[in-house]
């Protein structure tokens, strides 16, 4: 017996909103994945976050990604890991290169933050901050304080706060509709009993 | 057009080296863990990491992996995160709880540390150190300090320097064979030229 593979796939209204052969200017790319995030949460396939990558001169759309850790049971399958995980596989190889930029609803929580170093993207753009979709109970893990500067001294463009207000609305209306807000673990003496957090939840960016 | 998932699956021999309905006490699960990424090295089909989730109580494993960056041209797919996503599936749920642990042949770089906060496991065994892994070469990237000390607040059991010797040997003969080793953005003033660098390489655990 072959073990399965690791499968992550897209909800179908994905190929809808962000169709293949999307080019966007710089200025018009957050808004499309700040739609991706909205619709994710409004369609109940996942949490409030998306991203996508985009060829950062041509602003052709290489791969969009959305939170599908609910649905799909992958504990990993945030909107970043998502997206540069399809990316990888649309271009053939693990190194998405200098010209390639990520752009994400909300700053990465600690293991996006990792991905972010390891796919050779050249350019990283976000918009909520970790303050926001902590003041709304998400946990991003413990980044290095000034995990911004980690990767610009690797050579990359970070690029924060980009709609921001319009990117912590979509976190603060997710929270306020009760969307469930749930972290594997969460942390710190007080943190709540596992058992006692209702599951499925929106986990974390 | 639909976007094509993210699909990371493991190299044929994974389902002869460590087959469904293997179940192994405490001792011997490391040892089945370096054995596939000695294995992986040799088969060449990825860089000398894997990890296997097993539960903690019965031995039985969950889901095996290893680093199949390379040839599966997905960054993220690194032992720890093939692992637990497959692991994920296995059970159905994004939750692996408490009664299950991650054997990892060297310890998680920045990613895979972000990824176990998130995937609910209850232990961590670690092999090789991070500083065995950088001493041939390869970035885990900026991790806290302590990383250990933070998974254990949020309630995790982590034990670290499971053999240790015997997992170091592995990326030593790794890096003594003159497996490339890649890392995508290496890092801080006098980091070499991305372009310089051998591709497709053995990249980081």
């Known amino acids: 017996m072959t073990w399965e593979p690791l499968v992550v796939a897209l909800p179908p209204w994905v190929a809808g909103a962000a ?17 991706l995030a909205r619709r994710n949460v409004a369609e109940g396939t996942g949490g409030p976050f998306a991203a996508a ?13 959305v ?14 890991i998502v997206a540069l995980g399809i990316a990888g596989r649309a271009r053939g190889s693990y190194d998405l290169g ?26 990283l753009v976000t918009g909520a901050t970790t ?11 413990p980044k290095p304080p000034d995990w911004a ?19 912590a609305a979509v976190l603060a209306a997710y929270a306020a509709a009760g969307g469930p807000i749930y972290n594997g673990r969460s ?3 007080g943190a709540p009993d596992r058992s006692m957090i209702p599951s499925p939840g929106g986990s974390h960016a």
Chains 1, 2 share one sequence.
Not at 149 to 163: A, D, N
């Open 19 to 35: 169709p293949a052969g999307t080019a966007l200017p710089p200025d018009e790319r957050m808004g499309l994945v700040l739609e």
């Open 53 to 65: 990558v985009f060829e950062s001169a041509s602003g052709r759309l290489v791969a969009p990604g």
């Open 149 to 167: 500067g980690e990767l610009r001294r690797r050579g990359m463009i970070v690029v924060t706060g980009r709609r921001r207000e319009e990117a």
């Open 98 to 123: 200098a010209d390639t930029e990520l752009v994400t609803s909300t700053e990465p929580c600690t293991m996006c933050f990792g991905a972010c170093l390891w796919s050779g993207i050249g350019t």
């Open 67 to 80: 939170n599908v850790v609910v649905p799909s049971a992958v504990p990993v399958a945030h909107a970043e």
């Open 131 to 141: 303050a926001d979709a902590e003041a709304v109970g998400f946990d991003e893990g």
């Open 187 to 189: 942390g710190g003496p």
